[in-house]
Each structure stands twice: as C-alpha cells, then as structure tokens.
C-alpha cells in the first residue's frame, strides 16, 4: 500500500467511528438549535438521490458555503455504498449550528475556510472547488496532517486543528438527529445501520443477530420531548441569557 493510500480519507472509519460512538449521542444536549419545521421525507434512504438544493443560508457567506459544500463531499462521499454528506446536507447543519449554538466558532470557520482556499490556490494551483476530486483529498490530507501549516497557510490554531473541527461537525450533521438540520432522510442512520430510537422493542427484535426494522423517527418526535417542547425550552434559555438571569 502506497503512502497516499494509507493517509487517503477514508469514509470507512468515519462510519466505524460513527457506529461505535452511538448515532444518537453524536450532537450534544446543548445543540438544541432552530429546528427543521418538519424531518425531512424518511423516503429518502441509502439510494442515491440527487444533491439537494441549498437553502438560504443563516451564517456562512455563498462562498464559504461552496468550500464547505466541497469539502464534506469528500469527508464522506456518496459511493457505492449509499449518499454521504452531500445528500445528508451536512453542511446545512454546520451552517444551522454556527448561527446558534456554534457561534463562538464563526470566526474559525472564516479564517480556515479562507486559508483552506488559499493554501488549495498555492499548492494546486487553482481554488478549492476548481480541483479534481483527487486533488481535494491530497488538500485535505495536507490540512489533517498539519502540512498545510508548515507551509505557512494562515489557519486559526492549525490546519489539523481546523481539519478535525471540520470533521468532527461533517459527522454530526451526518449522523446526528435530524432534529438540528442534518441527517436530511436519515441517510447518516441508514449508513450506519441505527434503526432509530426505541422506548419498546418486540420480542423478535430481542433475538440474538435480529436486525431492527428502521423507524425513522427523531428522538423529538416521542411524547416525552418533543421538538414543539425542545424549540420553546431553547427559546427560553436564550431569553434568560439576554436578560442576565
């Protein structure tokens, strides 16, 4: 195996990552952002669907969106396999999340998306969205390595810090509950094989090596939270906190 095929992203160990860390702990309790008016259609499964089309964005200007777009695509690529972060409009939900409860980050997504851009520019000759497939990955690895900084590209911190931040909010918005603006379809559960949460289980389902049959729902469509309770308590919170209480 090559150097470059051991340092590729691999989309396999996001989704064991994924897997072993639990789909529905991913996003934090304190994520609780604006939700969706309704979870996306539960239709759209691991077949392959078309790219969704971007809505109005609440945080990130057109163009660090496109960076953005470009580089969960490559983070977690749709493939044979199924759709990946793209269909699972993981970016939807870090541009969600960095109008809210990710605000404090704005300013690193700034910094690093115009350094990332930057450093694809000087190293590749050509912006980050204008690159082959190929060459993203090659920028990626840079970024993940810590390359990129050594080569004096002005990321917030590093540019292996900026990678992980990136990373570690691509799968979140993958495969975390639909309730925060990703996992548009459940796409991220059906990858992963979660079948949702479940406050009952039949016996049949108890059985050793019994597959659950996928319930696409939220973890706020339950009766005891609910994403109408979820989205007055946040208002809440954040009434207090303008008022000093």
């Known amino acids: ?30 994520a609780i952002g604006t939700p969706l008016a309704d979870a996306p ?14 809505e109005p964005l609440q945080a990130l200007t057109t163009s660090e ?11 977690i690529p749709s493939d044979a396999t199924g759709p990946g972060a793209t269909e699972a409009m993981a970016a939807r939900y870090i541009d969600r999340a960095l109008a809210g409860f990710l605000a404090p980050q704005r300013e690193a997504y700034r910094t690093g998306l115009a350094a990332l851009d930057q450093y694809a520019r000087s190293s ?23 390359a990129a900084t050594r080569a004096g590209a002005a990321f917030p911190g590093s540019s292996s ?13 993958t495969f975390g509950d639909p309730f925060y603006g990703g996992n548009a379809g459940f796409i991220g ?17 108890q059985q050793m090596g019994a597959a659950a049959t996928p ?8 009766g ?21 209480d």
């Open 1 to 30: 195996m090559s150097e470059d095929e051991r340092r590729r992203l691999s989309r396999r160990d996001l989704l064991r990552i994924a897997s072993a860390a639990g789909a529905a702990a991913i996003v934090p309790p304190a």
């Open 41 to 54: 259609a539960a239709g759209l499964t691991q077949a392959a669907t078309a790219a969704p089309v971007r």
């Open 65 to 75: 969106a496109d960076i953005l777009d470009a580089v969960v695509a490559r983070l």
């Open 124 to 146: 590749r000759g050509a912006a980050f969205t204008a690159l082959t497939g190929g060459d993203q990955d090659a920028v990626l690895v840079d970024l993940e390595t810590g």
């Open 161 to 173: 810090q900026f990678f992980a931040l990136v990373r570690g909010h691509t799968m979140q918005g």
């Open 189 to 205: 559960w059906d990858l992963i094989g979660y079948p949702g949460v479940r406050t009952a289980v039949t016996a049949n389902e």
């Open 215 to 222: 319930n696409h729902r939220s973890a706020y469509d339950g």
């Open 224 to 244: 005891m939270f609910n994403k109408a309770q979820a989205s007055l308590d946040h208002s809440d919170r954040h009434a207090r906190e303008r008022n000093g």
